[in-house]
């Protein structure tokens, strides 16, 4: 986290002293956390006509809770349509600031002075009631990485191959190296990466990379860069649950829906007697990536002999 002028050139990058502060505190409590993020969003109540539909009084001022992240620490404690109106005792206005020792300042800068394990007060207007809530600010893997990550280094990218089908988990380091081969990002996979957040329903975006050509997806090589909704009539929600539910279905054929409600029909016999010729062509040993890989690889040779 950081301020910098990114147009400025020779500029040093201005640190600001409460960050250096808490990153001293934490290192020298040799536990060295981060700066919090409780995982929620909030819309300023200017509006009067706002206010008013919402039940504030004219004595009373807070903001609106638009949105909670999924796996946040605030998850089943506030709930969108809140209107936080206090935290530790400051009063939030409606611009989404507080007044702290003489001092105005906005909320998510107060707030991101927290530490781990601290707990916060809070007050809310719920149904036109005030709750007196405790917040404990407690570290989530959820929220560590957004829908779509961001730029990762060192490790191997993530993918699976079905009848020369590649699947992979949106991510930035593709949307990077296709708009500087080609100029543009396609709008539904910017959108997820500007807009998208995890839910209970999707923790990754599962598209498809290319299809390798083969008989057995003919007609098939313009879905590429698809994004996959259901396999076999199934939600999708990660990379994992795409392939454990093509591992074990029992179907004669894998159905693969994407969202735009196109299907991919795939007979499961031909992809048996196929693969391994797409595999041969395309210099593949795997038909997926090392992680994800059961503790016992799924046996091609087996399943071609038609023992799997």
């Known amino acids: ?3 910098a002028a990114e147009t400025g050139q020779n500029v040093n990058h201005i640190i600001p002293i409460r960050m250096v502060k808490h990153f001293i505190k934490e290192i020298n409590e040799q536990a060295y956390f981060g700066f919090p993020e409780l995982g929620l969003e909030i819309q300023p109540l200017l509006n009067l006509s706002l206010q008013k539909y919402l039940g504030l009084k004219d004595d009373k001022c807070g903001v609106l809770i638009k949105s909670i992240d999924f796996g946040s620490c605030v998850e089943g ?3 969108p349509g809140d209107i936080l109106i206090e935290v530790d005792g400051y009063q939030i206005r409606n611009d989404g600031t507080i007044k702290v020792n003489g001092k105005v300042r906005n909320l998510a800068s107060f707030l991101s002075d927290k530490f781990y394990q601290e707990k916060i007060k809070g007050v809310v207007l719920r149904d036109e ?3 007196f809530l405790e917040i404990p600010i407690i570290k989530s893997k959820e929220l560590e990485q957004s829908l779509v990550p961001l730029k990762q280094y060192d490790c191997k990218p993530t993918y699976f191959v079905l009848g020369g089908i590649v699947f992979q988990p949106l991510n930035e380091n593709f949307l990077h190296h296709f ?3 080609h100029g543009y990002i396609p709008a539904d996979l910017r959108y997820y990466y ?3 957040k995890k839910s209970e329903d999707k923790t990754e975006v599962i598209f498809i990379n ?3 050509s083969d008989g057995i997806n003919f007609g098939y090589g313009n879905l590429a860069l698809s994004i996959i909704s259901e396999v076999n009539g199934q939600k999708i929600k990660n990379m994992k649950d795409l392939v ?4 074990d279905t029992k179907e004669d054929y894998y159905i693969i829906t994407t969202e735009k409600g196109e299907k991919i029909i795939l007979d499961k016999k ?3 007697e196929r693969q391994k010729n797409i595999f041969n062509k395309y210099e593949l040993d795997s038909d997926r990536s090392d992680d994800l890989k059961p503790n016992k690889q799924f046996n091609w040779l087996s399943f071609f002999r038609g023992n799997a």
């Open 194 to 196: 500007c807009y998208g």
């Open 77 to 79: 404690i506030l709930f």
């Open 244 to 247: 454990s539910i093509i591992d």
């Open 129 to 131: 009631k005030k709750l």
């Open 179 to 181: 708009y500087i081969n």
């Open 1 to 3: 986290m950081h301020q």
């Open 270 to 272: 031909e992809v048996k």
């Open 210 to 212: 290319r299809v390798l």
